[in-house]
Each structure stands twice: as structure tokens, then as C-alpha cells.
């Protein structure tokens, strides 16, 4: 198994599974962090285990999953476990089946991001057999329960009014406070109205934020689990490589050439990637009538704008990236600045708009200009 063996050496070993497990298992301390913890695993551990495994070995993957999966079940209990076994496992399994098949770029992608839709929704439907098909509004419940009994919810709460987030009647506002000595105490009524304030945003906000985390997360971690190992991967075999001069590092292609000896799947640079023109315009109209479905009569019509629009944006997002990548590697832009700068216009949510601009320009001539017709 030369494409994924069980270790690499024990330093790299080492270091990529701790740099996986201890981030998990310190935010699963809290319950406060737990979240993060959460969102860490559903954005960013599949990509960084596939990574640590191109670069350290199956093992030091294997025991980041399951450094994940105990995390999770310290914070969720047997459901937590569950819930991101069905997740985590299957893209892990997809990847090490896609890199010791060696198969094609255009194989791969749609495997990895089927495997994520599938993983996305096997655990909403679990989430909704366990709360008897109302997962919305027993979330809502559950995280209002948990603040009405946590010592500090009061105080949680009061933020979340300071913030914006929810409103309380004028008619409460006056008497909001009863005590302030030693920590901050709510009056009943003002509590009880808070609370159904946050019962009320969390049933909204999941509704709206399942579907997106399916179409987006799937398109944007299926490939980031191609391109981001692959292209680390590739990094630390040319390293070995050169220090350790195996003779079976490289290849001898058939014009001569010498070539890493290593499963780069035929994937294409991230500076090239970009959406033929045709296909580019089906998707901004896709887009655009995603955006115009959400505020439909019809729950269905909004959750289909929902997924719609979000699909179709992170295709536009990857371009962006793309189009970023293209520009750095021309100025020659130092490799931590090619991670670090896509990654904060990701958070802006800018990269759409850089997308939608590269599609309508041609800037970087990827697209052929369409043939003239003949008379």
C-alpha cells in the first residue's frame, strides 16, 4: 500500500494525529465550546484527516477519527457518537478507496460529494426519528430547556437582547433586571418571554441552515477533500523523495520524463478550475432563481430556493478560489499567504462575487470565445 500506508514515519505520525485530537478534545471540555467543537467536525476534520493521512499514514488518520468520535460522544452522548460516526466514516472509507483505486479526478469528485450528501442526510434523518419528524421545534426546546437550567443562562440570555438577536415586549424592559450583585438575574417574566425568544430563532435558523449545510458543505468539502490532501500529500512526497532517492519514487513516462510516483488522481491546479461558459450561466440562473424561490408560499419552494441557491454559490465560490489561486501564483505569492488569504475572503463571504466576476470576465482566458456562426 505505497499510496496509503499504515504510517509514514512515527514524528509525522505523531504530530498529525495530536494536531486532529487535541483541538477536539479540549473544546468538548465546556459545554460552551462544544459547539465549536461541532462545527469543527462537520467544516473542517474530514479534509484535515484525509490530509494527515496523504501525509502521515492510515494510522495516525485512523486514530484522529476516532479521537473525533469519542470527543463527540463526551459531548452528545450516544447520539453524538452516532450521529457523526454515520457522518465522518464514509467519507474517510470513500477517500482511501478513491487514492488506493487511483481513480480519476472526474471519478473521485462526484463519489466525495455524494458521500458527504449522504452522510449530511443520514444524520438529519436520524436527528428526526429520534424528535418524531419535528426536529426544528424540538431543538428550539431543548436549547431553551438547557438555558433555563444552566446558572449562567441569564446571563447568556441578556446578551443575546444586548445583541439584537431577540426582543422583549417595552412593557418587560423596565423591570428586566431583579439583581445584579453577583451575577446577572432576569425576572420571571422576563425570562420566560427570552426563552421562547431563543425557542423561536433556533427552530428558524435550523430550517433554513439544514438544507444550505447539505448543498454547500457537500460541494465544498467533497472536493476539498480531493484537492487539499492530494496537494499536501504531493508537497511531502516530493520532500521524501528527495532526501531518501528510492527508485521507485518516480516514474518514467513514456516521452521520458520522470514523474512523482504518487495518486494525483489527474486532478488539475486550483488556479485552472473554472465552469465552461454555458454551464456558467445555467448556474447564475440557478442561482438567481434559488434566491427568488426562499420567499415562496410554500415551505417546500423555500427549502428547494434554500438549496438552490446555496449549490449554486459555493460552485461560484470554488471559482473564486480558483481565480485567487491564479492571481497569487502569478505574482508569486509564498505558499502560507495562498492558504491564509482565501481562507479570510472565505469568511467574508466575498469569494461568490470574485466567482460570478471571473465567469463574466474571462480573466484568466480559461473559457474559448464561442465560434462564429457560419452563413
Known amino acids: ?17 495530536a494536531a486532529v485530537s487535541l483541538p477536539l478534545v479540549i473544546l468538548c471540555l465546556s459545554p460552551l465550546t462544544g459547539l465549536y467543537a461541532v462545527m469543527l467536525l462537520l467544516y473542517l476534520v474530514p479534509m484535515a484527516l484525509c490530509t494527515v493521512g496523504m501525509v502521515c499514514g492510515a494510522l495516525p488518520m485512523a486514530f484522529g477519527a476516532a479521537a473525533a468520535l469519542v ?6 452522548g450516544t447520539a453524538g457518537l452516532s450521529l457523526s460516526a454515520v457522518y465522518l466514516l464514509p467519507i474517510l472509507g470513500c477517500f482511501a478507496a478513491v487514492i488506493l483505486g487511483r481513480l480519476s479526478f472526474k471519478q473521485a469528485a462526484p463519489l466525495l460529494i455524494g458521500v458527504h450528501v449522504a452522510g449530511l442526510a443520514a444524520a438529519y434523518l436520524l436527528l428526526q426519528r429520534w424528535t418524531g419528524g419535528d426536529l ?12 433555563g437550567n444552566w446558572e449562567l443562562g441569564d446571563t447568556m440570555l441578556y446578551q443575546f437582547y444586548a445583541t439584537g ?9 423596565e423591570a428586566m ?13 422576563a425570562r420566560t418571554d427570552l426563552l421562547l425568544s431563543v425557542r423561536t430563532l433556533v427552530s428558524a435558523t435550523l430550517a433554513g441552515f439544514i438544507p444550505s449545510l447539505i448543498a454547500g458543505q457537500s460541494l465544498l468539502g467533497g472536493l476539498g477533500c480531493m ?32 514523474i512523482l510516483n504518487f495518486p494525483t488522481l489527474g486532478m488539475p491546479p486550483l488556479s485552472l478550475w473554472h465552469m465552461p461558459r454555458g454551464v456558467g450561466l445555467k448556474v447564475g440562473l ?14 417546500a419552494m423555500a427549502i428547494g430556493g434554500i438549496i438552490l441557491y446555496t449549490a449554486a454559490s459555493t460552485l461560484y465560490v470554488i471559482q473564486g478560489l480558483a481565480l485567487i489561486n491564479f492571481m497569487q501564483k502569478a505574482k508569486g505569492t509564498k505558499r502560507i499567504w495562498r492558504i491564509l488569504i482565501p481562507g479570510l475572503l472565505l469568511g467574508l463571504s466575498v469569494l461568490p462575487f470574485v466567482g460570478v466576476f471571473d465567469q463574466i470576465t474571462n480573466i484568466r482566458g480559461l473559457r474559448k470565445p464561442p465560434e462564429p456562426k457560419e452563413e
Open 136 to 147: 426544528y421545534t424540538a431543538a428550539g426546546d431543548a436549547v431553551a430547556a438547557w438555558l
Open 165 to 173: 438577536m431577540i426582543a422583549l415586549p417595552e412593557q418587560l424592559e
Open 1 to 17: 500500500m505505497k499510496d496509503f500506508p499504515l504510517i509514514r514515519s512515527p514524528k509525522a505520525a505523531l504530530a498529525g494525529a
Open 177 to 189: 433586571l431583579v439583581s445584579k450583585e453577583e451575577m446577572l438575574v432576569l425576572s420571571d417574566a
Open 71 to 76: 470527543s463527540m460522544y463526551a459531548l452528545g
Open 227 to 258: 484537492y487539499v490532501p492530494i496537494r499536501f500529500g504531493y508537497i511531502a512526497a516530493e520532500k521524501r523523495a528527495f532526501r531518501e532517492e528510492k527508485p521507485d519514487s518516480y516514474i518514467l513516462r513514456e516521452d521520458g520524463k520522470k
Open 286 to 299: 440557478a442561482m438567481a432563481a434559488g434566491y427568488f424561490m426562499q420567499s415562496g408560499a410554500s415551505a
